[in-house]
């Protein structure tokens, strides 16, 4: 008995195989026979994860179901029927059946799950197969996880997610299926926890690509995403931040997530001990999003963000510490009222003691600091003179000199932007010696580099105190003038040098030492080369009765 069921299994299910492939050739009635394809990929898929044993009762009429429609089959093909209405009726009726059979399939297999043992599984289609093949494979997923047990549903949705991760054409494939998008939201509203993990992962996946956002949220996603932050696991909850993040992109998304009380949610987490850094870093990234739409940051801001999360910026995880820094920077960007209250909260000090190079952290974070410093210190003449009173020179001046070049880099930038925030910085930088860095800098590969310290340079010695001291530095004096040899391809803007030697000129002891050195001859080459007249006059204030005999040819020209 048990032969002839394991039989009859197997024939059906090889018909129900050839039908499908039969139909695809068929090129009238498309829309039916495109609904018909779909109950037998379902209908197969229901009779591989069963036993021939538990459908021994309907295997009879499920295979004379699918002879009748193979028959029906080769007549649309063959163009061999009587009329459209008769064969349109036929084809109705048939449909119907295959639909019956499924849903008694369903009823079977929810009253007796089958055993793993007795369960036949589908094989992946191999890379580069046809949309037909990997359509089946999915269709057969989406049977375990209606029909199967615990673990086949588990392991069905770790399938889905292998498959998604690695080609991006089964993602299409599942939107383009609302039942399935429809079954994994409700897998993130279940008890089992195994199972809304898996679901959320897959989720996450199929949220990156744009086209799938609007599905996912016209399914109605956002609200069970939003309950699983409230009270599922950890590893849930992290699948569902990154996907959160992913929607959140469109502004649409964020108002929706706002409307579940998304924002509060997340805000519990970051202020949660109990969360680890991986969760809070994905929920600052979600947040983000989110204060790019104003009224959304207003209410964060009314909801004390700022101070948690400068909280959070004094935390040991690098992670959390960044998340934190960059979730300050978006929310004050552009908007002067909460970079007022990121220093009356004490947010300068906060960013000044990770940048302490006794503090133990990552080049990275310390970058992330310095880009924060330059974008929320310098609108307020306030926040510069906190930055100068609580030793940021002196840090800035580290990092210059012993940083990374990234670091070194971004050090510089700030020093430039300090240069045009007030004549205290100028004086600070020159007493903590930045003249002679940014001279160095003046040599450097990258012309963003070279123009940023010559404009910096020339800021700074313009004032007094600063001439002084850049006179009595023979070294540095050379170098500018040795930059300004015609030849000289790799240096910074001649225009610029030259205004800083001008502005040195204003000291007798700084044109002794221009005219002394033994570059001086190339301001003299670069006024006989250049277009404009700053070298020529540059000359002019050089040449006084006791230097002129050195720059005749120029005087008299």
Same mark, same amino acid.
């Given at each position: 008995m048990a032969d002839t069921a394991g039989s009859g299994h197997r024939r059906v299910m090889t018909l129900i195989s050839s039908l499908i492939s039969l139909s695809l050739s068929i090129r009238v009635f498309a829309g039916k026979w495109q609904l018909i394809r779909s109950r037998l990929e379902e209908l197969?898929?229901?009779?591989?994860?069963?036993?021939?044993?538990?459908?021994?009762?309907?295997?009879?009429?499920?295979?004379?179901?699918?002879?009748?429609?193979?028959e029906l089959a080769r007549r649309c093909l063959d163009l061999s029927y009587s009329g459209k209405l008769l064969m349109q009726s036929d084809l109705d009726v048939t449909l119907g059946k295959l639909e019956a059979h499924v849903k008694k399939l369903?009823?079977?297999?929810?009253?007796?799950?089958?055993?793993?043992?007795?369960?036949?599984?589908?094989?992946?289609?191999g890379f580069g197969a046809c949309k037909d093949d990997m359509r089946f494979y999915l269709r057969d997923l989406m049977t375990r996880?209606?029909?199967?047990?615990?673990?086949?549903?588990?392991?069905?949705? !770790?399938?889905?997610?292998? @498959? %998604?991760?690695?080609?991006? *054409?089964? =993602?299409?494939?599942?939107?383009?299926?609302?039942e399935f998008v429809h079954l994994l939201v409700d897998f993130l509203g279940c008890n089992e926890v195994e199972i809304v993990e898996e679901a959320a992962k897959v989720v996450s996946v199929v949220a990156g690509?744009?086209?799938?956002?609007?599905?996912?949220?016209?399914?109605?996603?956002?609200?069970?995403?939003?309950?699983?932050?409230?009270?599922?696991?950890?590893?849930?909850?992290i699948a569902v931040v990154r996907c959160l993040c992913r929607l959140t992109e469109n502004s649409d998304n964020a108002w929706c997530v706002s409307a579940h009380g998304g924002v509060t949610v997340l805000f519990r987490i970051c202020e949660s001990a109990e969360c680890k850094g991986e969760l809070v870093g994905a929920a600052?990234?979600?947040?983000?999003?989110?204060?790019?739409?104003?009224?959304?940051?207003?209410? !964060?801001?009314?909801?004390? @963000? %700022?101070?948690?999360?400068? *909280?959070? =910026?004094r935390s040991k995880d690098e992670v959390v510490q960044v998340s934190s820094i960059e979730l300050i920077q978006n929310i004050a960007s552009g908007d002067e009222l909460v970079r007022q209250m990121v220093v009356r909260e004490g947010g300068v000090r906060?960013?000044?003691?990770?940048?302490?190079?006794?503090?133990?952290?990552?080049?990275?974070?310390?970058?992330?600091?310095?880009?924060?410093?330059?974008?929320?210190?310098?609108?307020?003449?306030?926040?510069?003179?906190?930055?100068l009173s609580y030793g940021f020179v002196d840090q800035l001046m580290y990092y210059v000199r012993n940083g990374e070049v990234s670091i070194q880099e971004l050090g510089l930038k700030v020093a430039f932007r300090l240069c045009e925030a007030s004549e205290e910085a100028k004086?600070?930088?020159?007493?903590?010696?930045f003249m002679?860095?940014?001279?160095?800098?003046?040599?450097?590969?990258?012309?963003?580099?070279?123009?940023?310290?010559?404009e910096a340079l020339s800021g700074m010695v313009m004032v007094a105190k600063n001439r002084k001291r850049f006179v009595q530095d023979d070294q540095s004096i050379a170098l500018l003038l040795q930059l300004l040899d015609p030849g000289e391809g790799n240096s910074g803007n001649k225009k610029l040098l030259v205004s800083i030697l001008m502005s040195l000129t204003s000291c007798n002891s700084g044109r002794k030492k221009i005219v002394s050195s033994g570059y001086a001859k190339n301001i003299e080459r670069l006024a006989e080369a250049e277009v404009s007249s700053d070298a020529k006059r540059l000359v002019r204030k050089l040449a006084t009765n006791r230097f002129r005999s050195m720059f005749s040819g120029i005087w008299h020209s």
């Open positions: 197969y898929s229901g009779l591989v994860a069963g036993d021939s044993t538990s459908l021994s009762s309907e295997l009879p009429a499920i295979t004379a179901t699918v002879e009748e429609c193979h369903s009823e079977i297999f929810k009253k007796r799950v089958p055993r793993h043992g007795y369960a036949v599984v589908v094989s992946r289609p996880m209606k029909v199967g047990d615990l673990g086949m549903r588990k392991q069905a949705l !770790m399938n889905l997610h292998e @498959v %998604v991760v690695e080609d991006d *054409k089964y =993602v299409k494939l599942v939107v383009d299926v609302s690509f744009d086209y799938c956002k609007g599905v996912l949220v016209g399914a109605g996603v956002i609200g069970p995403l939003i309950r699983i932050l409230e009270c599922g696991s950890e590893v849930g909850k600052c990234g979600v947040l983000r999003n989110l204060c790019g739409v104003e009224e959304i940051k207003r209410f !964060m801001v009314e909801e004390g @963000v %700022v101070s948690t999360f400068l *909280k959070l =910026v906060v960013l000044l003691r990770v940048l302490d190079p006794k503090w133990t952290c990552s080049s990275k974070t310390r970058e992330v600091v310095m880009r924060a410093i330059e974008n929320l210190c310098f609108s307020l003449s306030s926040c510069v003179s906190l930055l004086k600070a930088l020159g007493d903590a010696g002679a860095e940014l001279v160095k800098f003046l040599n450097a590969k990258s012309f963003e580099v070279r123009e940023m310290a010559a």
